[in-house]
Structures are given as C-alpha cells and as structure tokens.
C-alpha cells in the first residue's frame, strides 16, 4: 500500500529528554512537512523540506529539528529546548506537481512528555 | 499572507439533513484551497480541492464544495448528513510561493455532529 507511516503511535518521555518522531513515505513525493496540532488551534507548521538534504523552518520550529537524508524520510526530533511538547505531530507529504497540491498525511504521533 | 477563518466551532446537524461547514479565506492571489476531514487520534484525509475550473467542487464521501470568489468562501457542503459524517473538519489554503514549499495554512477546525 502506498502511503505515510508515522512511529510511534503513542510516546511517553520525560521532561529534558529530546525525543524523535519518524516519518516515512512511499509515495514519492518531493515536499514533507511537519505540523503540531493542538486543541482548538488546528495544524500548525513545525518545518518542511521539498528536496533531499534541503529544509526549512514553519511558523514554530523553536525546540525542534529535522533532517532529510533521504526523500523516503523525514524524522522530527523533539529536544528539551521545547516549552510544551505534548501535542499531536502529523506528518505530511505532497507532490510538487502543480495539478496535485494536496498534502497527504500520516496516522500521527501523539507524545506525552511529563 | 494566506489565512482561512472558520467562524464555527461546532455544526449540529440530524442525520439526513443537509449539512454545511462554513470557511473563508484570505489571500493575495489566486487561492488553492482544500477540505480534510479528521476523525479523534486520527490523520487528516483529504476531501477535495479547488484549483481552477468550476466553482463546484465533488469530493469524496458524497461531499462538495462552492468556491466564491466575491464573498471569499469555499464552504462544504453534503445534502444528506450521516452519523458517519461526525469528525472535525478543517479548510485549508495553500501558500502560493515556492519559497513556502506548498505549505498550508489551515483553519482552526469545525466539529461536525451529526445525531440519529
């Protein structure tokens, strides 16, 4: 099947602790980006990357970082430089063709820090 | 800047109604603009977009879109709601420029009840 796999679904760490989200996808496409959901606030975007070894800083990338070693992945690291990790990390991907701009999302990873 | 308003937090809606989410937007260009859906401790799943061409959009699951230009809005539509439908529904703009890697701006999000 073709599609977005994000690991894991549930994540449970302590405060201090950098902890690191994986994202992978088989769809070939170019653009992956992070978002944060929280209650009541929608998505908001962490970083994206829209070719290999290339990425950039979204609306909160503040405590956190990516890489993007290969086009298949793009991990997330949560670092205790982040104030309030626990949220819902979504992971998503696009092509860069201009008549499919839609995004395509993964399952999600929900982390708890305490 | 690109932004989407979704001015309701929650539709209320009984099974077999018609339903509709409301969203506008605001942009400096051309809009793209898409509908998700979401369903708890979910992704998001698209629903369907509005590019260029006819202001009435078909997606998934029965679901349709009216793109307005005047009024800026791009509100969801279904004309017979199921328990089914029940999820949290997000409008979504795209950032035009390529600086911006196609990232979208969403909307804070609607919770769709839809009672038997």
């Known amino acids: 099947d073709g599609g977005i796999t994000q690991s894991p679904k549930y994540l449970f760490r302590k405060e201090g602790q950098n902890v690191t989200l994986s994202c992978e996808q088989n769809l070939n496409h170019d653009a992956m980006y992070w978002y944060r959901q929280d209650p009541g606030q929608g998505l908001r975007l962490i970083y994206y990357s829209q070719i290999v070894n290339d990425f950039q800083k979204g609306d909160i990338a503040e405590g956190y970082s990516v890489s993007r070693e290969k086009k298949e992945s793009f991990p997330l690291t949560v670092t205790s430089a982040q104030k309030n990790p626990t949220a819902f990390y979504l992971c998503?991907?696009?092509?860069?063709?201009?008549?499919?701009?839609?995004?395509?999302f993964g399952p999600g990873t929900r982390l708890t820090v305490t | 800047a690109q932004s989407v308003a979704q001015p309701e937090d929650q539709v209320n809606v009984a099974e077999g109604n018609p339903l509709t989410v409301k969203c506008t937007y605001s942009v400096s260009g051309n809009p793209y603009l898409f509908w998700y859906v979401q369903y708890p401790n979910r992704g998001l799943q698209f629903l369907l977009k509005?590019?260029?061409?006819?202001?009435l959009v078909k997606g998934s699951y029965g679901f349709e879109a009216e793109f307005n230009k005047s009024q800026t809005s791009f509100h969801l539509k279904k004309p017979s709601a199921l328990v089914s439908d029940s999820a949290l529904y997000f409008c979504a703009v795209r950032d035009i420029g390529w600086d911006s890697g196609y990232a979208l701006n969403f909307g804070k999000g609607t919770s769709l009840l839809v009672t038997p």
């Open positions: 998503a991907s696009s092509s860069s063709d201009r008549s499919s701009y839609e995004q395509y």
């Open positions: 509005y590019i260029t061409g006819d202001n």
